[in-house]
C-alpha cells in the first residue's frame, strides 16, 4: 500500500531526542534512515516533528521493548514515557532503521550496515615509547580558615569494603557512572552520543590488581580508589575538559602499569604517535554524531604504550572481558616507580587532543585538578562539630557540579542518566545551590544569559515571554511550562543580590518586561492570578503525553507565588533602571496578586491553604507540599502572613512529613500511592507526584522550617538525607525519588533517576542560606545574616561568597552558659552594611554595623545580655515572635494499616483520570 506520511524522525537518546535523524521514503510503502550506534543500550521512538498522537509509534502504550537485529517488529501509535523502544549493538557501528506500512500495522526492522557486517584487521599490533616528564608535585596551599587539604579529602572520604556506585561529570557533555569492586562492565564514559572509555586495569610487577577482592573503595573527591594489601588505584573525570585520569601508586618502587578498557574498533581506527602523545582518530562513518573523533594517550612519566593482543594476556581478558575487536593498551612506566598517572582525553579536533594531552602530562594536571577541587570546598566553606552533616554538605555542593555542563550552551542537566537534558524549571531551581551559594557568578550568568537567549519573542505566540521547558538538543526545545520563566527571573534576583551586578539589570530588563508582557495577554486572568495548563507546574506527569496524572489547573498555589515573585523582582530592576512609570504599574498587578491570594486561597475556617483554584475558581484543598513553596519563593516580601504560615507548615508536617522526606500528596488522600515504580497495579508516572518523595522538595520544607524557627526538627530531616548522601544509593549524590513507604528507614527504595541535580543542590542551599542564615542583597547595599543553628551545634566556621571575589567570615562557638559569633569579610567593603539578628532566649539581637573590621558578639545565657568588641551603627533587643502552633512539632508516619485505591484496583488513577474529560494537554500546544 502507498502512505503518505508527515516528515518522520528517528528520536532517542542517541540524539537528544531530537530532529536530527529524519526517516527518507525509499518506495511508496517503506522509509529508513542510516544512524551511528555506540555499544551500548539506546532508546527511541518513531515520530513527526512535533511528537503527535497520530504519527508516535512504538510497540507497547505502557512498557519498553527491544528490538532484536534483522527482525521485524510490529509498531501501534502511542505517546508516554517509558513505553520506548529498546536496541543494544554489540559493538558500535552503522545501522540501517527501516519503517514499512506495507500492511495495515507498520513494522520496523534495524540491521547492521551492509559495509558494517565483515570487519577484518590488516596491520601489526603497535609500540610506542611516551618521554613526557612532569613537573615537581606543588603543595595545595592551605585555607587558614580549613582543614588542609589532605585532611580535608580524607575526611571526606566514602569508604566500603562492599561494591557500590558511583558517578562523576566532566563538565562539557559527558559523565562516567560506574560501580566499585569490579573489573568487567565497572563503568562507562559517555558522552553527548556513544562512549569510548570503560573501566581499567592497574598491575604491578605484571600482577593485576583485582579489583573484586580489594580491601577497600573509597569515593574521594577527586576519584574512586581501591585499595590493595601494598597498592592502591585511583580513576576519575577531570572537571571541565573531556579528560580522565588513572593512577596506580605503590608502596615500593615497581613496574605500574595502567590497562584502560576502550570501546574503538581496531579496524575502524588510525593509531600514531604525536609529541610523546598516542593519538587514535575514529573513523568518521563509524563515531557517533557528537561523540569526539580523536583520543589521545599520555602519562606523568615515561611509558612503554603497547598494544595488547588480549589473549596474549589470559588473565587480563578473563577479568576485564575486553573486546579482541577493540583496540587495547597496556601503558607501563619505563622504569620502577612508587607512582604512574595516566591521561586519557578526548576531543573533536585532532591538534586539540594532543594539547590537551601534552599539557596534562607536563604539567601535572592529577595534582592541579585536586587543588582545584581544594579550592572550590573551601571557597563556600562551613565545617560544623556534626563531622557527618560536614560530610553531606560538601559531598552535595560536589554532586551538584556533575551536572554543570556545555552541551546546549552553558546549562544543568536535570538528572542522569534520563534527565540529561536542561529544564528550565530544574536548571534554575538548581541554580542557587549550584553555582551562587558556591559563589559561580559568572557560570550563574552565562546559565541565565543562555536561557534568555531561547526565549520566545514573537508576539503571536502563546508562549511570548517563555522561556524553553526543555533544551534536549539543538532542534528539540519545548515551552510547555508556566513556571520555568519565574524560576529564572528570581534567580536573576538572586544573581544581582549575590554578584553585586547591578548593570545586569539593564541587559536584562528587557526579557523580564517581556515575560510579563506575554502573561497579560495571554494568561492573566481578571483577578490578577495567572492561568495555566493542568500539566503545566513541575507535577508534570501526563498519560501517553497527553491528560494530567495530577490536575493542578488553572490556578496552582505555587505558580501564583512565582508570579508574585516575578513582579518583586521586575520591581528591583525597574528600580535599578529608574524606570517609575512601570513601577507603579507592578505596584498595582501585586497588590491585586496578594488580595486575590489571601481571598481564594486561603480557608480561614478549616485553617488550610488551597493547593490549587480549578474551574470558576473551586478550591482543592488537597494536601500537598507545594504550599510551603509560598512561604519560600519570595525572598523580600512574603506573600503569606506569618500567623497563616504556621498553619501551613504545621498541617504540611503533620500530613506530608516522613523522617526521610516529604510526600508528595497526604497519605489519606483517595489517589495517594505509597510505592513509586515496578508496580503491577498501576504505571510508575500515576505514583509520580501523588505519593511519591522528591528529594528537592526537602530544600524547601527545610527553609519553611526554620522560618518558623523550627531548625532542630529541619535539622533531623537534614541528617537523615545525609544519610541517604553517603551511605544509599549512588554515593555522594542523591536520587530523584523515594517512595513514600519504607519499610527499612536504613535501607531506603529509591526511585527515579540515580543522580538529580535539584535534590543535591537544594541540600547545599539549605546549609548557606538557611542554617547560617546568609543571605546578600548587594543591589541595596547590605548582607542579613540570620543564624538559624541547630541546638546540638558547638561550633562551625564558615567562609561564604559574594561580591567581586569577597567573602563573609562567621565562626561560632557555643559553652556553657556564653556564646560568641565573630564576623568579616575579607576584604573591606565600606559601602556595604551588615544587618546581623541573633538568638538570645526570647528576644533577638538586632545589629547594624560596617563591614569594614571584625565584630565580635558575645552572648550570655545566663541573665540574657550582650557584649559587643567595638561600637556599631545600632545594636537593640526585640521579641521574637513566638509560633505556638509549632511546638513538639514532629514527623508524621506512614499508616501500615489503611488500604489504597491504586493497590486494590488495577491502574486507579489511569481509570479515574480516563472519565474526568481532561482538557489534552500535550508538549507543543
Known amino acids: ?72 517488529t510490529p509498531l501501534i501509535t502511542t505517546q508516554g514515557i517509558g513505553n520506548d523502544l529498546l536496541f543494544t549493538p554489540n559493538a558500535a557501528g552503522r545501522f540501517t532503521v527501516t519503517l514499512d506500512f506495507s500492511n495495515e500495522q507498520p513494522v520496523i526492522k534495524v540491521e547492521k550496515h551492509n559495509n558494517d557486517l565483515v570487519e577484518s584487521v590488516s596491520r601489526e599490533l603497535l609500540s610506542y615509547q611516551l618521554n613526557s616528564r612532569s613537573e615537581p608535585r606543588a603543595e595545595i596551599e592551605d585555607a587558614p580558615y ?48 556513544g562512549w569510548h572509555l570503560g573501566g581499567f586495569a592497574s598491575l604491578v610487577n605484571g600482577e593485576l590488581n583485582d579489583k573484586q577482592h580489594a580491601e577497600k573503595a573509597r569515593l574521594m573527591p577527586f576519584g574512586i580508589e581501591h585499595h590493595y594489601q601494598r597498592s592502591r588505584d585511583c580513576f576519575s573525570l577531570i572537571h571541565n575538559q573531556r579528560m580522565a585520569y588513572f593512577s596506580v601508586d605503590s608502596e615500593q618502587a615497581a613496574h605500574l602499569s595502567i590497562v584502560p578498557e576502550l570501546n574503538i574498533s581496531l579496524s575502524h581506527s588510525n593509531i600514531e604517535s604525536v609529541d610523546n602523545v598516542v593519538v587514535i582518530s575514529v573513523n568518521p562513518d563509524q563515531c557517533p554524531e557528537g561523540c569526539p573523533r580523536f583520543v589521545a594517550i599520555s602519562a606523568d612519566k615515561p611509558i612503554a604504550a603497547q598494544e595488547l593482543s588480549v589473549t596474549d594476556f589470559p588473565q587480563l581478558e578473563q577479568a576485564m572481558g575486553l573486546s579482541t575487536s577493540n583496540t587495547n593498551w597496556m601503558l607501563t612506566a619505563a622504569e620502577p616507580c612508587k607512582s604512574l598517572t595516566v591521561y586519557l582525553c578526548f576531543a573533536h579536533d585532532k591538534q586539540q587532543v594532543i594539547n590537551a594531552a601534552k599539557n596534562a602530562s607536563i604539567n601535572n594536571g592529577y595534582q592541579q585538578y585536586k587543588k582545584e577541587l581544594y579550592q572550590f570546598l573551601t571557597s563556600n566553606y562551613l565545617w560544623t562539630s556534626d563531622l557527618e552533616y560536614n560530610r553531606a554538605v560538601m559531598w552535595a555542593r560536589l554532586a551538584s557540579r556533575t551536572f554543570v555542563s556545555k552541551e546546549f550552551g552553558r546549562g544543568i542537566w536535570a538528572g542522569l542518566p534520563w534527565f540529561k537534558d536542561c529544564w528550565g524549571r530544574d536548571t534554575f531551581i538548581a ?65 544581582i543580590d549575590y554578584s553585586g551586578d547591578d548593570e545586569y539589570a539593564k541587559a536584562i530588563y528587557p526579557m523580564v518586561k517581556r515575560f510579563i508582557q506575554g502573561v497579560e495577554k495571554h494568561y492573566l486572568d481578571s483577578d490578577g492570578l495567572i492561568k495555566h495548563r493542568h500539566p503545566d507546574t513541575w507535577m508534570d506527569a501526563k498519560i501517553e503525553g497527553q491528560i494530567p496524572w495530577s490536575p493542578r489547573g488553572p490556578k496552582a498555589n505555587d505558580i501564583q507565588a512565582l508570579w508574585f515573585e516575578s513582579l518583586q523582582v521586575a520591581k528591583q530592576l525597574a528600580e535599578l533602571n529608574q524606570d517609575s512609570e512601570y513601577i507603579d504599574h507592578l505596584h498595582s498587578l501585586l497588590s491585586q496578586v496578594t488580595s486575590s491570594f489571601s481571598d481564594k486561597f486561603w480557608d480561614g475556617d478549616q485553617l488550610r491553604l488551597a493547593d490549587r483554584l480549578g474551574e470558576n475558581d473551586v478550591a482543592d484543598y488537597s494536601v500537598r507540599p507545594n504550599q510551603l513553596m509560598t512561604l519560600t519563593i519570595p525572598q523580600t516580601t512574603k506573600l ?3 500567623d497563616v504560615g504556621q498553619h501551613m507548615v504545621k498541617n504540611c508536617v503533620e500530613q506530608l512529613l516522613f523522617p526521610w522526606g516529604i510526600c508528595s500528596l497526604d497519605q489519606y488522600h483517595q489517589d495517594f500511592h505509597p ?58 549524590t542523591m536520587s530523584e525519588n523515594l517512595d513514600a513507604f519504607q519499610a527499612d528507614e536504613d535501607n531506603l527504595i529509591e526511585s527515579g533517576t540515580y543522580a538529580q541535580a535539584w535534590s543535591v543542590s537544594e541540600y547545599a542551599r539549605n546549609a548557606q542560606q538557611d542554617y547560617i542564615g546568609f543571605k546578600p542583597l548587594l543591589s541595596v547595599s547590605k548582607i542579613k545574616l540570620t543564624p538559624r543553628l541547630p541546638n546540638c551545634w558547638e561550633t562551625f566556621s564558615a567562609r561564604v561568597p559574594f561580591g567581586d571575589n569577597n567573602a563573609l567570615l562567621v565562626t561560632f562557638e557555643k559553652e556553657q552558659t556564653q556564646t560568641t559569633y565573630t564576623v568579616n569579610t575579607l576584604y573591606p567593603a565600606p559601602e556595604l552594611k551588615l544587618e546581623l539578628q541573633l538568638e538570645l532566649g526570647c528576644e533577638h539581637l538586632d545589629i547594624i554595623t560596617d563591614t569594614e573590621q571584625q565584630l565580635k558578639v558575645t552572648l550570655s545565657s545566663v541573665n540574657q545580655t550582650f557584649s559587643l ?27 501500615w494499616k489503611r488500604s489504597f485505591n491504586c493497590l486494590s484496583e488495577s491502574n486507579y488513577l489511569l481509570n479515574k483520570r480516563s472519565h474526568q474529560g481532561l482538557s489534552i494537554a500535550t508538549d507543543r500546544n
Not at 585532611?151 to 569494603?161: D, H, V
Not at 515504580?677 to 519553611?704: L, P, Q
Request: proline share 4%.
Open 146 to 193: 580549613a582543614l588542609n587539604a589532605d585532611e580535608l579529602f580524607n575526611q571526606l572520604a566514602i569508604e566500603s569494603e562492599t561494591a557500590f556506585p558511583f558517578v562523576f561529570g566532566d563538565n562539557i557533555d559527558g559523565y562516567f557512572e560506574g560501580t566499585t569492586h569490579s573489573l568487567r562492565a565497572a563503568g562507562r564514559y559517555r558522552h553527548h552520543q
Open 431 to 495: 541554580l542557587s545551590g549550584t553555582c551562587l551559594v558556591n559563589g559561580q557568578f559568572k557560570e550563574a550568568r552565562e546559565i541565565i544569559d543562555n536561557f534568555a537567549s531561547m526565549q520566545m519573542t514573537d508576539p503571536d505566540s502563546l508562549n511570548l515571554g517563555r522561556i524553553p521547558n526543555r533544551v534536549t538538543s539543538k532542534t528539540n526545545i519545548i515551552y510547555n511550562t508556566t513556571d520555568g520563566t519565574p524560576w529564572l527571573i528570581r534567580e536573576i534576583g538572586e544573581y
Open 640 to 642: 503569606v502572613s506569618p
Open 1 to 72: 500500500m502507498t502512505i503518505t506520511t508527515p516528515n518522520l524522525y528517528l528520536k532517542g537518546t542517541f540524539n537528544g531526542w531530537g530532529l536530527d535523524t529524519p526517516l527518507s521514503q525509499i518506495n511508496t510503502h517503506q522509509l529508513s534512515a542510516s544512524v551511528v550506534l555506540s555499544a551500548d543500550t539506546h532508546r527511541f521512538k518513531v515520530a513527526d516533528m512535533d511528537g503527535t498522537a497520530r504519527w508516535t509509534f512504538s510497540a507497547y502504550p505502557d512498557r519498553p521493548l527491544t528490538l532484536t537485529p534483522s527482525r521485524s
Open 675 to 732: 510505592y513509586h515504580d515496578n508496580r503491577s497495579e498501576y504505571h510508575k508516572d500515576a505514583a509520580y507526584h501523588n505519593g511519591t518523595i522528591w528529594g528537592w522538595n526537602a530544600g524547601f520544607t527545610v527553609s519553611a522550617l526554620v522560618q518558623y524557627d523550627q531548625q532542630d526538627l529541619a535539622y533531623r530531616l537534614s541528617k537523615n538525607l545525609a544519610k541517604q548522601l553517603l551511605g544509599q544509593g549512588h554515593r555522594g
Open 869 to 895: 568588641d567595638r561600637e556599631v551603627d545600632s545594636a537593640k533587643l526585640t521579641t521574637r515572635q513566638h509560633y505556638p502552633l509549632l511546638d513538639n512539632l514532629t514527623f508524621s508516619k506512614p499508616d
